[in-house]
């Protein structure tokens, strides 16, 4: 008999707890009740659901909640001891457990005087003199001193990165375009399929672009691939090969020293992060070093103060009143209750368009798990799929699917109010149809609405009859509005910490470790085997029918005919 899967048969406890059979049999009553009658019930709703932070305005009335299903939830993360954890968290003790590691990203952007311990170190030392070094190195590039094997100053600066290591400083770059350098321009290489890389070095002269190969580990397939064609990208570019050439052209952010040695780059030129930064939370650290170079170190520090100032936020506020409590809470609610299978991010923001991809990492490869803390096959659904796209031209994609599908998908809208650009009335258009998406998918429109709109546009209704069915919309599909003043690196800062707290949070209601990735491993494993096999000519006997098939398929065709 095939060994099972999992080792112990045992099965976690958690819907049995008091907390979860309480919600468990509220959602039982409540399950039918629509948002149209819990505003007609209570005209602060608004005011009662929604909260304020500094320039950030959560509104979350638009869910099926009440404020009975609003305490449960609390009582819910009570029992699960979030506040315990949370402070656990940032106390630096080793709360990923099943890698030994403690979970620190909030010690990079940690802008009080207050020290922060890992083993016995105070670890904030070295996260400033670390920032220091990429504030010193990514002022060089800015004013045009970091000079070229050529004499040239650079205009072109590319992360070699991949997942963590690409994700983050994408999205920040993007979201932070209007602080640009005006003559510095960014580029990120993540996939190994070489016409990435070959279309982005077809733009770039040797003599003034800067890689920067960005990797945690140093021995990530892909980077050190793209790190490799690159490099012989530029010496084959400039006819030159001397270790100083290289210097000024390569530079790394890595844990791994060593490796970074062997590649050729000058440890001098290696920006250091530690094992208590997970890839996906890395952006703060000197991962973010293409950031830095592009919108400048203050406004990177900017960054890191809003982020800081959510976590104070975070670690201070009450539950009642902590937003990526109420978040994450929300979440818990309409997966595990309800049985959403995912959850929309919807930026109104064009130079948002990166955070849904930016968050689907961190939030599924986080809370991705099936097995608890304690080894224990979860009986309960955990991390749902997470998607988006920038909302308004969703809104001609797959918004239909939102209004009159069949599934329920809880969404979040984010919208800045003040734009970075002069054109004022596409920025009323923009703010016109979030508000509107919002409402038409809490109110829906029911028969009588519709037939009345019918009349009014001049359609003789009798004509109109059998279209009625497909015009009514339900409604009731549940939406948070996150609104800011202005995306300014501060906001962005608050924005993507909310976010990595409210993961955080839903981790721990749910038993998970959040911060390790097994689940990655095993493919890259297979990957490895399987490119022995494609460049061998033997015969392939391993694998099952369908791999071996692909396999030999693949081989054949790669064959030049
Ligand atoms: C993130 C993951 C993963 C990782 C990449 C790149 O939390 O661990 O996305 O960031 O696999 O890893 P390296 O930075 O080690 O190259």
Not at 79 to 106: C, P, S, Y
Not at 218 to 233: G, L, P, R, S
Not at 284 to 302: C, D, E, H, P, R
Not at 480 to 488: E, P, Y
Request: proline share 3%; charged share 25%; hydrophobic share 40%.
């Amino acid at each position: 008999m095939r060994p099972a899967r999992v080792i112990l048969n045992a099965k976690s406890s958690l819907i049995n707890t008091p907390a979860w059979v309480a919600l468990q049999e509220h959602y039982n009553k409540t399950k039918k009740v629509h948002m149209l009658d819990l505003f007609e019930e209570d005209p602060q709703r608004f005011e009662n659901f929604s909260i304020e932070f500094k320039s950030m305005l959560l509104d979350y009335s638009k869910n099926r909640v009440t404020k009975k299903t609003m305490k449960l939830l609390f009582d819910l993360a009570k029992q699960a001891n979030v506040e315990e954890w949370r402070d656990r968290m940032f106390a630096g003790e080793k709360i990923n457990t099943t890698e030994g590691r403690a979970v620190l990203h909030t010690a990079l952007r940690n802008r009080s005087d207050k020290p922060i311990f890992v083993d016995d170190e105070n670890v904030m030392p070295k996260v400033n003199a670390e920032l220091e070094k990429a504030r010193i190195f990514s002022e060089k590039v800015r004013s045009g001193q970091w000079i070229g094997y050529a004499g040239l100053p650079i205009t072109d600066v590319v992360n070699i990165g991949i997942g963590g290591s690409d994700l983050g400083p994408n999205m920040v770059c993007r979201a932070l375009s209007p602080y640009k350098h005006n003559n510095i321009r960014v580029h990120f290489v993540s996939n190994v399929d070489g016409s990435h890389i070959e279309q982005m070095l077809g733009k770039l002269r040797p003599e003034t672009t800067l890689f920067i190969v960005a990797s945690k580990t140093f021995t990530t397939q892909e980077t050190i691939t793209n790190a490799n064609t690159a490099k012989n990208w530029f010496m084959s570019g400039t006819g030159r090969v001397t270790e100083d050439d290289i210097s000024k052209h390569f530079v790394a952010v890595s844990t791994n020293a060593k490796k970074v040695a062997e590649f050729g780059i000058d440890p001098e030129n290696m920006f250091e992060f530690w094992d208590w930064v997970g890839g996906r939370y890395s952006l703060w650290s000197t991962v973010g070093l293409a950031s830095i170079i592009y919108v400048g170190m203050a406004n990177f520090k900017k960054m890191l103060e809003g982020a800081h100032e959510m976590d104070a936020h975070f670690q201070e506020a009450p539950l009642e009143e902590n937003i990526p409590v109420i978040l994450a809470m929300l979440g818990v609610w309409y997966g595990n209750f309800y049985g959403a299978e995912s959850s929309a991010v919807l930026p109104y923001d064009h130079y948002l368009r990166l955070l849904p991809a930016y968050l689907e990492q961190a939030d599924m490869e986080s809370n991705g798990k099936s097995v608890d803390r304690e080894g224990l096959q979860t009986t309960y659904t955990t991390g749902k799929v997470i998607w988006g796209a920038e909302g308004i031209n969703g809104q001609h994609a797959f918004y239909q699917l939102l209004h009159q599908g069949t599934r329920l998908i809880p969404t979040d809208f984010i919208a800045s109010v003040q734009s970075h650009n002069e054109h004022e009335h596409h920025s009323d258009i923009l703010a016109s149809n979030f508000l509107a998406q919002t409402e038409a998918l809490m109110r829906g429109r029911n028969i009588d609405e519709t037939r009345e709109q019918l009349k009014n546009s001049g359609v003789e209704l009798h004509k109109a009859e059998n279209r009625l069915p497909h015009m009514i919309f339900e409604g009731n599909q549940p939406s948070n509005s996150i609104v800011i003043k202005k995306l300014t690196p501060r906001a962005l800062g608050r924005l993507i910490a909310m976010y990595e707290h409210k993961i955080f949070v839903q981790g721990i209601v749910w038993n998970l470790n959040s911060y390790d990735q097994w689940g990655v491993e095993l493919g890259k494993n297979l990957a490895k085997n399987i490119l022995e096999e494609l460049d061998s000519g033997d015969d392939i006997h391993s694998h099952d029918s369908s791999t071996k098939g692909l396999l030999n398929w693949y081989r054949k065709y790669k064959k030049p005919s």
